[in-house]
């Protein structure tokens, strides 16, 4: 903001210095012929509330003195203005009281961090974005003292991932292993499909459950709560094909867990892919959805097997244990 000032009664070509708020001699000018003069500045930073404006001669050591109110809160750094779960926000801002507590609200989270403002109003934070649904959202800085809000908008990007566990596997031909299907970082999950392809030539898919008929998959503890609409594999084809759902529909899982877990048995040796498979025309898309029956955006990372033959493994030790989120 711009502030113009006019003075007179000072003495003839005189020297003036304006002082403003905490900031001495913000500007200079002289007087005319009239002991007059016109003088433009733009605010600094201050803190809220009641400041003083000074002008001095420094012929006459006369000085007047007007008053201004910085109506205060300003954020001035967000970065930062988009990011995934984990990422580290830059907030820094000013306008706000001397030494007053600031608490800062994200979104729907409430007091997610905290500042005290310096002598000159300013302060500045940081925190780490959580768990949100994506979209964009306000954060907010607010003074305790001086009740003063500023807000900001910062765009919270999709981090939902599917990810097959470990990624990458060393066996023997012959051996029996498994692979889990993990979910991260998914919000308001309501229901979801996930399919799957894998080299049926080097892989089959064994049956957990063997008084069933066909090859069934073992459904993991995440989402809680899921109904199991249907797990199972074809291993003439090599597909997977995975589903469940939350109901009633107001009821929605956050959070990371392991989806499914998948028995695999080594066939020949080589290396065999493990890949999630959108294919609409095959009506095979793997697809996460919300409380609105909306798409949730998701990135997918397959997986690996390579298979050696009996006897081929001598200076490797395969260590199995279970997997985790990590």
């Known amino acids: 903001m711009v ?122 934070t940081t925190f780490t974005f959580p768990l949100m649904v994506r979209g964009t959202k306000t954060v907010t800085a607010k003074g305790m003292k001086t009740q003063v809000e500023e807000e900001a908008l910062f765009n919270v990007l999709g981090s939902t991932r599917l990810e097959i566990k470990p990624e990458s596997k060393i066996v023997t031909k012959g051996d029996e292993f498994g692979l889990d299907i993990w979910l991260k970082d998914v919000v308001n999950l309501a229901g979801l499909d996930v399919f799957l392809d894998f080299d049926h030539n080097r892989l089959e898919v064994l049956g957990d459950n063997p008084v069933e008929e066909g090859i069934q998959i073992t459904q993991g503890p995440f989402p809680p709560e899921a109904s199991l609409l249907y797990a199972g594999a074809t291993n003439n084809s090599g597909q997977i094909a995975y589903s469940v759902i939350l109901v009633p529909a107001t009821n929605t899982a956050d959070g990371s867990g392991i989806l499914a877990r998948v028995r695999f048995k080594a066939k020949a040796p080589g290396t065999a892919t493990i890949s999630f498979v959108f294919d609409k025309p095959d009506n095979r898309w793997t697809v996460l959805k919300d409380s609105d029956n909306q798409p949730i955006p998701i990135t997918t990372y397959g997986g690996t097997v390579t298979i050696f033959e009996y006897g081929s493994m001598e200076g490797y030790v395969i260590i199995d244990p279970p997997s985790s989120g990590d």
């Open 3 to 124: 502030i113009t000032i006019k003075g007179e009664y000072f003495y003839s070509i005189e020297p003036i210095h304006i002082d403003f708020g905490t900031t001495f001699t913000i500007a200079t000018a002289t007087t005319n012929g009239l002991g007059i003069f016109n003088i433009i500045f733009t605010i600094d930073t201050q803190p809220y509330g009641t400041l003083s404006i000074t002008a001095w001669g420094l012929t006459s050591s006369r000085k007047s003195t007007i008053s201004f109110f910085i109506t205060g809160g300003r954020i001035y750094i967000l970065t930062p203005i988009s990011g995934t779960v984990g990422t580290i926000i830059t907030l820094s801002g000013n306008g706000y009281g001397i030494n007053e507590d600031i608490v800062i609200h994200f979104g729907t989270i409430r007091s997610i961090a905290t500042s005290i403002a310096s002598d000159a109003g300013t302060f500045s």
